[in-house]
């Protein structure tokens, strides 16, 4: 009913599901995405984030992650509307959250799968944008500098994306023959282990995973999005400052876009990041990837 308001009033919009297993997956994902499909061209696009859930939560109904199975039952039963929409228009329409891609272990979409991004701000297409990013900013860069003696870099991530930071590190290596680069995969156990992204790390569990670490250490890369907007503030009060002081041998330097990675890597001694204006996207789920204008 509301939605045929906002079509009387002669107004598009785009719509997105938080899916719950067992609840409204499966024939009811299907009911869904049919009736939202026949409400084009007022539909502009559809997307489906599974919910997330914290150690915080108290309501009793029972809530349960998606494992790598009912991801990929997702993932199934989303292409084949996906392909259905795209011989009929050209588009996909129907976008999966990031989560669904990691849990099932299969490789996000390509770039053309997404449309143009319609649905950025909600992070839908995020890890494709980086990852765009990282390829934009190499091809700008025919010619890297070497590093005449070793650096060694920790580059901390929530547990989910870690795999992707894994690769690209992998190619920053292969063009520095004196570049170490060390993933720190970050366990949130301040929300709880199955918030698993890097915009929800708090400075206290960052800290924590990295004094376990031994060995040599130039610097730490952190995810920018886990530092409020506008502020270098971590979402445990802590400030960057303090984080820094806490670790005097090394140089911590956040990094937000695919392009801030690359340099990191291919460029350290000169890379220092430069908030200010920037837009902030967090790594999270349960349809609460949020974009932050900094002031």
Known sequence: EQLDHLEEAGADYHTQVVLCAGLNDGAELERTIREVVARR?????????????????????????????GAARVIDEVEKWQKKIQQEEGRTF????????????????????????????NGIGLTRNFINDWDKE?????????????????????????????????KAEDAHANLHVRIVPVKNEHF????????????????????????????????????RSGEDIFLDDVSLSSMR?????????????????????MDWPHYAKRRAGETAYMWQSNAGYTKNIQY
Request: glycine share 6%.
């Open 245 to 265: 002081e806490a670790f005097p041998e090394s140089r911590i330097e956040p990094v937000q876009t695919g392009a801030d990675y690359y340099r990191a890597l």
């Open 192 to 227: 709880g282990t199955t918030v698993n992204v890097s915009g929800l790390l708090t400075a206290h569990d960052i800290m924590a995973a990295l004094k376990r670490l031994d060995g040599p250490r130039a610097g730490i890369l952190i995810p920018e999005p886990a530092l």
């Open 41 to 69: 061209p007022h539909a502009l696009s559809l997307a489906i984030v599974p919910v997330g859930i914290t150690k915080y939560r108290t309501d009793p109904f029972p809530l349960h992650q998606f494992d790598a199975e």
């Open 94 to 121: 129907i976008y999966l959250g990031d989560e669904f891609y990691f849990l099932a272990g299969r490789p996000v979409p390509p770039t053309s799968f997404y449309d143009g991004f319609p649905q950025l701000d």
């Open 138 to 170: 190499s091809n700008a860069h025919e010619e890297i500098a070497s590093y005449e003696e070793p650096v060694y870099l920790d580059v901390v991530t929530g547990t989910a994306v870690a795999p992707v930071m894994q690769e690209l590190a992998k």
